[in-house]
Each structure stands twice: as structure tokens, then as C-alpha cells.
């Protein structure tokens, strides 16, 4: 699958298993599928009633005044910092 047919995909460069998410501004990521410890990320997948998932910052999904996040609530982090050859799709400026 690719982003444009459902969240779940491959990386096309490593292999890796990633999901497809759209961050605040509407730009697409890819996201690693396992879950990482939280003090690694601050990031966070939602998914949306059309099925599509947003990747985003804790602080947009605080739930509480005392700033700590839903009980449950697991991390993820983008692809682009553990794909191995994150550099080849980086864009040129």
C-alpha cells in the first residue's frame, strides 16, 4: 500500500515496515509501525474517522491541565530518523 491506498507500507529504500500519516500541515510522513519508549518521541498517531492517520505532537493531544499525556498513549517516531538512507529522499534546497 502506499499512502494514496491506506496508511500501512514499506519503506521503498529499506524495507522497513512504516505507516503513511499526515502531519499538522498536511504533508505526508512515513513513520516507523513500532512503538517507541516516550522519552525517545513526542509524537503520536490519531486516527482519523476516514481511516487516514495524523502524526502528531503531544501537545496537541494533552488531555489533562497537569500536561501529561492520555493513560495508553504510544509514540512513534518518523521513518526519516532511522531509515539508513534517510539522505537519498532528502529534498535539495
Known sequence: MSRKGGPEGECR???A??????????K???????????QRSKFTLMKRPD???RF????DVLDN???RPPPGLRFFVA???TCPNAKDHRRSS
Open 13 to 15: 529504500s529499506c524495507g
Open 17 to 26: 515496515p512504516i505507516y503513511w500519516a499526515q502531519s499538522k500541515n498536511k
Open 28 to 38: 505526508w510522513i512515513p513513520v516507523d509501525r513500532e512503538p517507541v519508549h516516550e
Open 51 to 53: 481511516g487516514r492517520l
Open 56 to 59: 502528531l505532537h503531544i501537545h
Open 65 to 67: 491541565t497537569e500536561g
Open 79 to 81: 521513518h526519516f530518523k
